[in-house]
C-alpha cells in the first residue's frame, strides 16, 4: 500500500498488530509493540511494517535482539540468536561457578556470530577472559561492538584456526553454537532464516553433524584438563552429536531444556 495510507493508517498497536497478522506473524501484539516504540517516527513505522510484511527479521529491523535479559546488537545479514541458546549460557555460567578460582578464566565463544553468548556470559560472570570468534567478517564486526565493554577479543577465522596459539590447555569453557541444520533441511526454514540470514550460519552438511565432527575432533588440545565443550544442537542430533564428543574422548552428558526448547551436549576430559 502507499506509504501515506501506511502512515495514517498505522496509529495504534492494535493496527499494526493486524497488519502483521495478516502477513502470518504468530507473535503480532508483541512485534508491533516492539516497533512503534522503537520506529522514531511515523514513516520509519510505515517502513518497518512493509519490511517486516515483506519477511525481513524483526531483529534486523530493529538493530537488536533480546537475549537473555539484555539486548544484542544484530546488524542485517547476520545470524539472529534465538531463546533456546539461552541454555548454553546458563550451562556454561554453571560449570564456571563451580570451577576453582584458578581454573575458571578462559571462554571462548566459537562461531560466535552476534557474540550474544559471550556477551551473556560475561554480563553474568564479568571476571572472565573472554574470547569470541567466527569466519564470517560482518559476525565479527558486529561481535566486536557487542562485548567490547566486556574488554574481550574477538578473532575471525574458520574454527580453531583463528584463536591465538596461547590458549590451547587453558580454555575453561568452549561454548559453540555451530550451524547444525541438515542442508536439505533449509527450503523448509522460515524465510526469515533461509531469506535474510547467511546461509553459512545455518548449513551444518548433509547431517547436520559437519561442524560438531570438526570441533569435537580438535577440542581436547584447547580446553583446559578441567574444562568443558558446550555445543548445542537439536534434541534428534543430540545423540550422534554426543557420539562425537565420546568418540573424541570426552566424557559426556546432554542438557535439555523443555522451556527454553534448547538441548545442549557438554564434554568433559576424562581425569
Do not use: K
Not at 508483541?30 to 512503534?36: T, V
Amino acid at each position: 500500500m502507499p506509504a501515506s495510507r501506511s502512515t495514517s493508517a498505522l496509529q495504534s498497536v492494535a493496527a499494526v498488530a493486524s497488519v502483521l497478522r495478516t502477513a502470518g506473524c504468530v507473535y503480532a501484539e508483541d512485534e508491533a509493540r516492539l516497533l512503534m516504540d522503537e520506529a522514531p517516527g511515523p514513516g520509519a513505522l510505515a517502513g518497518w511494517v512493509d519490511r517486516r510484511v515483506n519477511g525481513v527479521p524483526l531483529e534486523h529491523i530493529l538493530g537488536w535482539a533480546g537475549f537473555d535479559g539484555g539486548r544484542i546488537s544484530v546488524d542485517a545479514g547476520v545470524f539472529v540468536p534465538r531463546r533456546r541458546t539461552e541454555l548454553l549460557v546458563h550451562e556454561a555460567v554453571r560449570l564456571l561457578h563451580h570451577a576453582s578460582s584458578a581454573s575458571r578464566g578462559v571462554v571462548v565463544d566459537l562461531c560466535c556470530g552476534s557474540g550474544a553468548v559471550g556477551a551473556a556470559i560475561a554480563r553474568r560472570r564479568p571476571d572472565i577472559e573472554l574470547h569470541a570468534a567466527d569466519i564470517d567478517p560482518a559476525a565479527v564486526e558486529c561481535a566486536r561492538r557487542n562485548v567490547n565493554a566486556f574488554g574481550a577479543h574477538v578473532h575471525q577465522g574458520d574454527l580453531f584456526e583463528a584463536l591465538p596459539l596461547r590458549l590451547r590447555d587453558r580454555v575453561q569453557v568452549l561454548a559453540v553454537n555451530a550451524p547444525y541444520v541438515p542442508t536439505g533441511a533449509i527450503a523448509a526454514m522460515p524465510p526469515e532464516a533461509r531469506v535474510f540470514e547467511p546461509h553459512t550460519a545455518l548449513d551444518g552438511g548433509a547431517d547436520g553433524l559437519d561442524f560438531h565432527r570438526r570441533i569435537s575432533a580438535g577440542a581436547l588440545e584447547w580446553i583446559a584438563p578441567v574444562g568443558h565443550l558446550l555445543i548445542e544442537t537439536s534434541r534428534h542430533q543430540s545423540e550422534s552429536t554426543a557420539a562425537l564428543l565420546t568418540a573424541a574422548g570426552l566424557a559426556v552428558r546432554v542438557v535439555h531444556s523443555g522451556e527454553l526448547d534448547g538441548t545442549v551436549v557438554v564434554g568433559t576430559p576424562h581425569p
